[in-house]
């Protein structure tokens, strides 16, 4: 049968680079953010989270920014490693139920 | 971070058969679990939710009676594949989360081909 769900966009980097992805969230009731990466194969693994009473999150090499203004989430990963080569995925959680909704994800491709 | 186990991780199965998938949270209890399908380089698709102890609900388009969904404890929940058939052959992936205001955790994916 036809393949169905969205198809992922690309973003290329250089290895030694910083990585910036890009998601936008509809719910403007949504609280509760999270990242997730998914290797080929594999289920996706959970990177960094974030609540709506913060617009910026640090962890190992990888930063979350909220802008609840523009309803717009963005994961950037410094100093880019060919492991980090993956598909990310934002979720939302709003605080009227118990639904992670995910966006469509974008896929890294970093070049040695 | 929690766990989530699926398993299994691969099955090959013949047309016409049934395949069960079975998700289990490992170290805290799932009151809702949720059942994704991927196809080849698209994103997650959401096929149910399903909370313990009662009927899991299905998003449009995708056949209850196809995909049979059992969540018996607050810890396991099945996904069984009915009268398998080629185009069910799929990437299908569960995740658990212990309530509202918390993430989800997924498990690590099946890979289904039916021949």
């Known amino acids: 049968g036809e393949s169905v769900g969205l198809h992922l966009p690309t973003l290329s980097v250089q290895e030694g680079d910083n990585s910036i992805i890009n998601c936008a969230y509809s719910n403007s009731a949504s609280d509760y953010f999270i990242w997730y990466k998914q290797e080929s194969g594999k289920g996706p693994q959970f990177i960094i989270d974030i609540r709506s009473n913060m617009d910026k999150r640090q962890g190992q090499r990888v930063t979350v920014l909220l802008n609840k203004t523009v309803k717009h989430l963005s994961l950037q990963i410094a100093a880019t490693q060919p492991g980090d080569s993956a598909v990310y995925f934002c979720a939302e959680n709003n605080n009227a139920g118990n639904m992670l909704t995910f966006g469509g994800g974008t896929r890294l491709m970093v070049k040695p | 971070g929690a766990v989530v186990s699926q398993h299994p991780s691969r099955v090959i199965c013949k047309s016409g058969t049934s395949v069960k998938i079975e998700c289990r949270s490992l170290d805290f209890q799932a009151t809702t679990m949720f059942w994704y399908r991927q196809f080849p380089k698209k994103s997650l698709m959401l096929m149910a939710t399903s909370n313990e102890g009662s009927k899991a609900t299905y998003e449009q388009g995708v056949e209850k009676d196809k995909f049979l969904i059992n969540h018996a404890s607050l810890t396991l929940s099945t996904l069984t594949v009915t009268s398998a058939h080629p185009e069910d052959s799929s990437f299908y992936i569960c995740?658990?989360?212990?309530?509202?205001?918390?993430?989800?955790?997924f498990g690590q994916g099946t890979r289904l081909t039916v021949v």
């Open positions: 995740s658990a989360t212990q309530g509202r205001g918390s993430g989800a955790f």
